[in-house]
């Protein structure tokens, strides 16, 4: 399976820069985090699903790096690049080893079946 998305000889040429380029800071510095951690929460102020997904690692007593992007009110420009870089369109967005599993509750399901304990070995 392959995500949709659209091809670059169908945008045009003017614009080609400013969508390479917008918002581009933020999905960089998820990228070096992703990286250089091995489980890193995507998630934003105000939320209480990233909150939910950090108290689940937390009782497991996995470390994970988490990064906080604006809240219901602020950063949600910001926060668009992230869903189009990502295709997830809700927070958080849980990565382990570079991988994205998801939100907290596919978390939960990966805590609870172990998968989330042999993807770190």
Do not use: C
Request: proline share 4%; charged share 20%; hydrophobic share 45%.
């Amino acid at each position: 399976m392959s995500r949709s998305i659209l091809d670059e000889a169908h945008i045009h040429s003017a614009i080609r820069a400013k969508v390479a380029s917008d918002n581009a800071d933020i999905v960089e510095e998820v990228k070096a985090a992703i990286a250089s951690n091995p489980v890193v929460v995507v998630g934003m102020a105000q939320n209480p699903f990233p909150r939910k997904a950090r108290s689940m690692l937390d009782a497991a007593k996995v470390p994970y790096t988490y990064l906080e992007y604006g809240s219901y009110l602020s950063g949600w420009r910001r926060r668009t690049a992230l869903k189009m870089w990502s295709g997830w369109q809700t927070f958080p967005m849980v990565f382990v080893r570079g991988v994205l599993i998801g939100g907290a509750s596919d978390l939960q399901r990966l805590i609870a079946s172990g998968e989330l304990s042999k993807m770190l070995q």
